[in-house]
């Protein structure tokens, strides 16, 4: 059975930096896109960053491209993302998914992370 575990989250202050991780089992990480979403309190899910089986392609919403950056260690069944210049806006659970798809078509999800960025 799949197991997605993010880790990482945190409080951090306007501008402050975080590293989430995704480990996973109980399936070929490599054979999968890996991606990042979040959910704010009140909003729907929306994707923040993708990353493709090889790591040779990836994805970024418009709202994070230059400060996230997104990455994965087939190896060690691993994804990462890298928050930098971290804002308010930015406060939400964020999930970590296996899909078909760089922003859709997602088969397995972690229990997500809690970030929170105050001002």
């Known amino acids: 059975q799949v197991q997605l575990v993010e880790s990482g989250g945190g409080s951090v202050q306007d501008g402050g930096s975080l590293r989430l991780s995704c480990g996973v089992s109980?399936?070929?990480?490599?054979?999968?896109?890996m991606g990042w979403f979040r959910q704010a309190p009140g909003k729907e899910r929306e994707f923040v960053a993708a990353i493709s089986r090889s790591g040779s392609t990836t994805a970024y919403a418009d709202s994070v491209k230059g400060r996230f950056t997104i990455s994965r260690d087939n190896a060690k069944n691993t994804g990462y993302l890298q928050m930098n210049s971290l804002k308010p806006e930015d406060t939400a659970v964020y999930y970590c998914?296996?899909?078909?798809?760089?922003?859709?078509?997602?088969?397995?999800w972690g229990q997500g992370t809690q970030v929170t960025v105050s001002s």
């Open positions: 998914g296996l899909g078909l798809l760089l922003r859709t078509s997602y088969v397995s």
């Open positions: 109980g399936r070929t990480f490599s054979s999968y896109t």
